[in-house]
């Protein structure tokens, strides 16, 4: 017989069984179609030495006026800028305490310090730097520290490095600490509700207010540049404002705050005269005068600021008494008071520059600390991000949604903002004066699986629902997926806003990472070719993407929340129980490397995890020794946290703290079934001609290994038993009658394999290969009919 030569069309279909997509492919992972053939996906390698504490949600880049290429990386409990490889703290203060005398307590033997502090109201994860210590129990604690426990409303606790020698309360009469905002979650807490904050409603001048005992809700943040400066917030939480400064990094500061430093034009109040011991101003121009304006000027203690019962006269009421009479020239600034005191997401609009806020509380100058809006949208005035206060001579304002119950995100298009909230797509056009924005409703009745679903690419905009892909590129569309019901009925819902959306534009994709059923965190991707319009898939944890222009390859996240332990070990201990276990990897399929712990000098890998529990503990793998350890010890991932460069190499090139630095990419595509002829007959497949190029492989004899697979019909097994399940199909395959290694030189490869129909399967898990499959040939018989 002729040779049979093997085409398949792109793409993975899992929408029917494998047989009746014949000509088609069934399984992958991490591999890709290029120009219609199968190929490995580019490896990648760390960006930076360096690492950072927490799991990242998201990443932007920009450049600066001087032509800084900054990036920002967002985490659960820290904001940081990126700038040469290095992570720059710049997470903003909450606030600064004095504890008085001797506020830390120790217990000889433990790391375990409780700290008092009667208006102590943070939360577990967030960081604390304490000054002006002297030592106690033998322990300086000078520094910063994570709060890892809070026992009670007046205290919390906090682990040292090392144990305390004696059992004993001191560290002084004069230390400070400086607490940094609330730490949201790593995960997803179900049945609290999305943008459900640990904090109260806040107000000016303490805007994460009270925190609650509620449970801490996943940390998103959201972030624009305002010329070369950041504008950024973490979901539910206020809006923060960061002047680039590369040289020391100053912390971002509240918007609100930066709005009352600057002087508003053409707010002077003319000539301002008052008496002594008096709250209130007399002004002969009130224009511009808002309540929340800070007025700055001899007499006057710092930080006063016009009041809520001003009603735009003449007469103008202050925030406290007059230190002493004067008359003059005074400054007001903007209403810090006014801008929005906590949003669900906020961005700067390329259109025209305003500054946006969806959900946001309402503009009321009689009650600027009024309830939160979910489905609020407000906007500074055009070109100034510091004007909240909507007036007759400036762009700011409001409008509130209808249809959803909150504000999930936005994003930028070419000449509009979509808005997406629960159940309903909106547009969001610039007017000009009187209205500013108009709002038109797209669709409702849609859903969106998270803030970071969606994504924009050739003015189309893609995003992932609860149970479907849309796209919009003037109207809204289910976009066509060959996937559908296999990512959807295996993943994750209640862990949905961890799904992370971007592109890879040198090879035409759409990545979502998301978790399935079995993980709480992002172990999957589903890959939309919008070249090709195809879709393929794979295993990966990542927790953000970003491809910038001023990138030259992708970056993603690889972050772990680092842990504690609960209790003490032994040596032998097999399962260890720490403080939150809920961001580790929870098997190899997602990362290929095994799952490993870093406790003191002691490697342990880990078969599973049951909630802050990890069992089946091998101890001292690595060459390290197995050991007892005290409670409160730091548990680490073997693998820091980092930020990758994808598609550079062929290998798994993250480092680990022993400096490791590669691993193989274990990859593979498998096809559907085909019939051997017409499938009445039985064939002898005795020959197969592999077409298989290695270009671009770093290995010396690159190879990868050819499966084929046989059947009698599409309801029976694959000829052989007791054989391990694919990772990603669950299917069952028999030890393999053809199984051969296909190198640069290997012409043809001679097998005994017969069957009424089959599939086969490249795969390769050595370092340093890359490969692309083409065209395959079979040399087939007939073999007898039944």
Not at 37 to 55: C, D, M, N, Q
Not at 214 to 241: C, H, K, M, R
Not at 719 to 726: A, I, L, M, V, W
Request: charged letters at 15%; glycine letters at 10%.
């Amino acid at each position: 017989m002729p040779l049979s030569k093997l085409q398949f069309r792109p793409g993975i279909n899992r929408e029917s069984t494998t047989y009746s997509n014949e000509g088609g492919y069934y399984e992958c992972n991490k591999a890709r179609f290029r120009s219609g053939f199968p190929e490995k996906i580019g490896g990648w390698v760390r960006h930076s030495l360096y690492t950072f504490k927490g799991v990242v949600h998201t990443l932007m880049n920009w450049m600066t006026f001087a032509g800084e290429n900054l990036l920002t990386v967002g985490t659960n409990q820290k904001y940081y800028i990126e700038n040469g490889g290095q992570y720059h703290d710049i997470t903003p203060i909450w606030m600064v305490r004095d504890l008085g005398a001797d506020p830390f307590s120790v217990t000889s033997g433990s790391k375990i310090v409780t700290v008092t502090d009667s208006g102590f109201n943070s939360n577990v994860g967030a960081f604390v730097t304490f000054a002006g210590s002297s030592a106690v129990g033998g322990l300086t604690l000078v520094g910063e520290y994570e709060i890892i426990a809070t026992p009670t409303g007046t205290s919390y606790t906090i682990a040292s490095t090392t144990a305390a020698n004696a059992t004993t309360t001191g560290g002084g009469a004069s230390v400070t600490a400086t607490y940094q905002i609330p730490a949201g979650a790593s995960i997803y807490t179900f049945g609290v509700g999305w943008g459900a904050s640990p904090w109260g409603s806040g107000g000016w001048g303490d805007p994460w207010g009270g925190v609650s005992t509620i449970g801490t809700q996943l940390q998103v943040w959201s972030q624009a540049t305002y010329g070369e400066d950041l504008i950024f917030s973490p979901v539910n939480g206020p809006i923060y404002y960061w002047n680039v400064d590369t040289t020391t990094y100053a912390r971002g500061i509240l918007l609100s705050s930066k709005a009352n430093t600057l002087a508003k034009a053409g707010a002077t109040g003319g000539t301002v005269t008052f008496l002594t011991g008096t709250a209130t101003l007399a002004v002969s121009d009130p224009t511009g005068i808002s309540a929340g304006c800070v007025v700055t000027g001899d007499g006057l203690a710092a930080g006063q600021y016009v009041t809520e019962s001003y009603d735009g006269g003449t007469s103008v009421p202050i925030s406290a008494n007059t230190t002493a009479g004067s008359s003059g020239n005074y400054t007001f600034s903007y209403s810090g008071q006014s801008v929005p005191n906590k949003t669900n997401f906020v961005m700067v609009s390329d259109l025209s520059p305003f500054v946006i806020a969806f959900g946001a509380n309402p503009y009321d100058p009689f009650d600027l600390t009024n309830d939160f809006d979910p489905l609020l949208v407000r906007w500074s005035d055009q070109d100034n991000a510091f004007e909240w206060v909507p007036e007759t001579t400036n762009q700011a304002g409001e409008k509130r949604l209808n249809n959803g119950s909150y504000i999930v995100s936005a994003v930028n298009t070419r000449q509009e903002i979509l808005i997406w909230t629960d159940a309903a797509l909106y547009s969001m056009q610039y007017l000009g004066p009187p209205n500013v924005w108009g709002f038109n409703l797209l669709m409702d009745n849609i859903s969106i699986a998270s803030p970071r679903s969606m994504i924009t690419v050739n003015n189309i905009s893609y995003w992932m629902g609860t149970d479907k892909f849309y796209q919009y590129s003037g109207r809204v569309e289910t976009l066509p997926c060959t996937m559908r019901n296999f990512v959807f009925n295996d993943i994750n819902q209640n862990q949905l806003f961890q799904v992370v959306c971007g592109t890879n534009d040198a090879y035409n994709e759409i990545w979502w990472h998301y978790p399935t059923t079995d993980s709480h965190i992002n172990n999957r991707y589903v890959i939309y070719n919008y070249l090709e319009r195809i879709w393929y898939y794979g295993t990966m944890n990542r927790t953000a993407w970003l491809d910038s222009p001023l990138r030259q390859h992708p970056m993603a996240a690889f972050s772990v929340q680092n842990s504690y332990l609960s209790t003490d070990i032994t040596a032998a201990a097999t399962t260890i129980t720490s403080t939150n276990a809920s961001s580790f990897p929870t098997d190899a399929a997602s990362y290929p490397r095994v799952p490993t712990l870093r406790i003191d000098s002691e490697d342990i890998t880990y078969a599973s995890i049951n909630g802050n529990t990890f069992e089946g503990c091998t101890r001292g793998v690595n060459g390290t020794t197995a050991a007892t350890h005290t409670a409160y010890t730091p548990v680490e991932f073997r693998v820091p946290n980092q930020i990758m460069n994808h598609e550079i190499g062929n290998d798994d090139g993250s480092y680990d703290f022993e400096g490791n630095t590669t691993a193989p990419l274990s990859a593979y595509i498998g096809t559907s079934d085909f019939d051997i002829g017409d499938g009445h007959n039985f064939g002898f497949v005795w020959r197969i001609l592999p077409d298989v190029t290695f270009l671009n492989s770093d290995a010396t004899n690159p190879k990868v290994i050819l499966s084929v697979y046989p059947r009698l019909n599409s309801g029976s097994q694959y000829e052989g038993t007791n054989s391990p399940e694919s990772e990603l199909t669950g299917i069952t395959y028999g030890p393999c009658p053809c199984e051969a290694p296909i190198e640069t030189y290997t012409g043809e490869v001679f097998v005994r394999v017969r069957g009424r129909q089959m599939k086969f399967r490249l795969a390769s898990d050595e370092r340093g290969v890359a490969w692309q499959m083409g065209s395959m040939r079979l040399d087939v018989r007939p073999d007898g009919r039944r």
